[in-house]
Nanobody, 122 residues
Framework: QVQLEESGGGLVQAGGSLRLSCAAS????????VAWFRQAPGKEREFAAH????????YYAVSVKGRFTISRDNAKKTVYLQMNRLKPEDTAVYYC???????????????WGQGTQVTVSS
């Protein structure tokens, strides 16, 4: 099974930027998607974005569309989440996960990283 490791979280002021990385060891299949989820204290884990491994097609949650960009480096088996114009409400633990192509429900994902904390101060 693929193993995932996130990095790049930290503390940033509102309006700033961060880039998260998700490095995978093990195989990601062409019918997989790699997604970023986030979970704020006391809230459910929510989908942010995903990228389909076969063709690089992407999908974003409304809350992040236009501010976040998901991308990948196939050779490094790494997926990135560029986060711009950050808001305090983006504060959460960010997780990457591997699941079926086009999936957005966290219950569909069976491989998860340990998470990285993003804190946006106002």
């Amino acid at each position: 099974q693929v193993q995932l490791e996130e990095s790049g979280g930290g503390l940033v002021q509102a309006g700033g930027s961060l880039r998260l990385s998700c490095a995978a060891s093990g195989r990601i299949f062409v019918n997989n998607t790699v997604a970023w989820f986030r979970q704020a204290p006391g809230k459910e884990r929510e989908f942010a974005a995903h990228i389909n491994w076969s063709d690089g097609s992407t999908y974003y949650a409304v809350s992040v569309k236009g501010r976040f960009t998901i991308s990948r480096d196939n050779a490094k088996k790494t997926v990135y989440l560029q986060m711009n114009r950050l808001k305090p409400e983006d504060t959460a633990v960010y997780y990457c996960a591997v699941g079926p192509r086009w999936a957005r429900d966290p219950r569909s994902f069976d491989a998860w990283g340990q998470g990285t904390q993003v804190t946006v101060s106002s």
